[in-house]
Each structure stands twice: as structure tokens, then as C-alpha cells.
């Protein structure tokens, strides 16, 4: 079971804690998930994996992104149509796009075999079709676990709901959602949810996470079925002890507490639970390779914070659903164009992304290495100009949109500091796609 650890996650997935080099441990060469373990590294790593050993890229974070439903109680979600193949039409000159990070300028394809770069898989889909697609740390249909990548699904899964005509986006959470009324949930705005901008104490960020008693740090030993005080305690009755600190809406601050509001909004305006109504209403409309597998807390509750996994091509179904593409994955359309334009010309501002003092779209910011970001919105992390839009997870997962230019990358990796997110617009910016 995942231990106390769990709320060092976020600060470091968001930069908001800064550790010496020399205090880490070296990750283990991604080499080793092509290799396998033993059965007693194997046992090792399931009777004692916490998730420190996940935030600081320990050898254990490499075996748990391949193993994570065997940590975590998981929801299934089995492929229900035929596959829906995506053919190649290779394009080797997206391998020759260059970038700086830290560990020099090289090609993509020098980066990805670097063994300082702990990438496991890349893929860029243009069109429906694979245009490049490598896997230097893992087998190519093995399960990785997403980390907050996922939040994408939760948004997802409110849009498909407002999308029928079942939610408002401006009415509030205690609208739908009876168990927040009378807590500060009940005033929150669906879209403020949405935006990450619910003005709450449930923030990622140092000072929330150093504290065992806020509610950030309580919400996810519930999650993980940790004691607190001698007992277990409910995510739900965690985030009703959320208090107010600003005005909903006014600015970006990145909540993994606020994600899972939205998993609460979806199962009550269903009537049904998170990962039933995603497997209806997307999952199994899509001819994926493999399933999703929805990891959740003891409780039954679906995390959709992080804990999912998938294989990479399936990752990237996921974002074709955003593109023009959607038909060449799907059999029907998930992400309407109402939804597409909510994510692309999202009222938010840079004074929204950039403003408070948590900094949340700073951050993503000198990581993507571009100053074309508008905003964030929708759980995505950037909103760029030109309408493409980006999503990023610990340990260096990833996925990036273009609908205009029919673009999909995905990425999946065991390395702490995000350098790969350096390529991401040289790519979409390159020739390749004019």
C-alpha cells in the first residue's frame, strides 16, 4: 500500500520544492522495464512502494508505472470495439528537431536514447496516421501510469454531462452535488471547477503538502487508505473541510482536490460511478489496443487526479479525440466542437494563468519553454495562441494537441524534471505540419 509519503507528489511535480541533486537517488535505467525483475525484486517493490520513491524517481517509480493496479484497488475498462488501427506514414525529420534541455542540444531522436533522459515511449500522430513513434524503456503495448495527465478525463466526462444539457457550467457544485451543500463546495462554480480557479486551501502546493493535517495532504492518505488519528478517512468527508482563502475564478491554481470535485460532480448528475459512466459514454466507443485501467481509492472512488494507465497508442486515441482525426479511433464523436472551443478560446487571460502566489502557470511555462501561452483552462496545463493545448503528469508523462494542424503527441517517461516538454513546440511548429 502507498504510504504517508503521497504528499510530497504534487510540490514536486509542480517545482514548488527544490532538492539537491545529490539528495536523489539516480533512477534506474529504463532498460530494466525492457528486462523485467525478479520475484523477490518484484515482491520488494509491492510490499514496501510508497510514493516518495515515486516523486524522487527512485527504481521502484520505474516497476509502479508499469504496475500501479497492483498497488491500487482498479476499474477495468475493457476494449469494446474492434481495434481501430492507426496506420504509419513515417515522417523522419521530426527525429532531427532539435532542442535545448539540460542535458545539451541534441536531435529528438539523440534525447530519447540518451540514458539521462529516462523516456520510455513517444509517439506524434498527424492525421490519424503514426508519424513517429519509438519506445526506448518499455514494450510498446505495456499499461503506464498516466499521473495527471488524467485529469483530462475529468473535464471530459463534466463536458460530455454539460454537452446533454445536464449541467450548467454556471451553476455551482452544490447544485448538483448534495453532499457539498453547506460546505464552501456548495458556492463553487462548475466552471471555476473546471478551470482549476475554486479559490480553496485544497492547493498543490509546499506548504499544503508539508502539513498532515491540510486538507491536501489528508485527501490523499484517504485515497490510499492511511490512518489518520486511528482511522480511514473518507475522500468526500476530507474535502468538505476545505475552507475559503480567495475569490473563486480569480486565478490558476493547480488542485488535484479540485479535480476530484469533478469526479463527485459526474457521478451525481449520472447517478452512476466515474469509471461506469466514462466506460459508456468514451471508452468504449474507442477501437483502443488495450484497456484503461481506472485506479482508485478504498472507498471505490476513481482518482482521476492521476492513478490511470494505458498503453501510449491508446494515450494518443485519447487525444485524437480533439482533433479533426476523431473518426479514425472512434465511432463517435466524444469532444463536440462546443466542447473544443470551451478549451481554445476559454475567456481565461494570462493575468488569470499567471497571477496569485502559488505561480501555477509560471511553472508550466519555463517548462514548455514558450511565451505564446494564453491560458489554462479545462484541466489542461497550457493554452497556447494558435489554439493547441498541452497536459503534463509526474515523472514526465504528456500530451499535446493541435486540432488545426490534425496533431497528437503523447510521451511517457521516468525522469523528474519535464525536460522532454522542450520538443513539444518545435514539433508542432516544424515543417512537418505546415
Known sequence: MLKAAIYFLVPILLGSVQVHAQE????????KALDGWSNKEALDFLRNFNVNDLTIGAPAALWYHRYAAQTNKTAILVRRQPIMEMP???????????????LGTMTLDEFLVHPDSYAQGFIVVHKGKIAYETYPGMAELDPHFWASVAK???????????????????????????EFRGSVWETIKVVNALDMSAGLDVRDDATQF?????????????????????????MLDVLLDAKRVEESGKNYIYSSGVTQSLVFLAEAVSGRPWSDFFDDRVWSKIGAEGPLQVHLSPDGIAIVHGPVSSNLRDLARVGLLYTPSWSAISTERIVSPSALDRIQNSPRTKEFY???????????????????????????????????????????????????????IAYFSTERSQQIQKYLRPIALSEAFD
Request: aromatic content about 8%; charged content about 30%.
Open 24 to 31: 536523489m537517488p539516480k533512477p534506474a535505467p529504463v532498460q
Open 88 to 102: 504509419k506514414a513515417t515522417l523522419r525529420e521530426i527525429g532531427k528537431i532539435t532542442a535545448t534541455t539540460e
Open 152 to 178: 483530462i478525463l475529468a473535464s471530459m466526462a463534466v463536458d460530455i454531462l454539460i454537452d446533454d444539457g445536464r449541467i450548467d457550467e454556471n451553476m455551482t457544485l452544490g447544485h448538483y452535488v448534495p
Open 210 to 234: 508539508a502539513d498532515p493535517d491540510s486538507v491536501t495532504s489528508r485527501l490523499f492518505r484517504a485515497e490510499l487508505g492511511e490512518e489518520r488519528d486511528g482511522k480511514i478517512e473518507y
Open 354 to 408: 499567471f497571477g496569485g502566489e502559488a505561480g501555477s502557470g509560471q511553472r508550466f511555462s519555463k517548462r514548455l519553454g514558450d511565451n505564446t501561452i494564453r491560458t489554462a483552462a479545462r484541466q489542461w496545463d497550457a493554452v497556447f495562441e494558435d489554439g493547441d493545448f498541452f497536459k503534463s503528469g509526474l515523472n514526465t508523462q504528456g500530451i499535446y494537441v493541435s486540432p488545426d494542424r490534425d496533431l497528437v
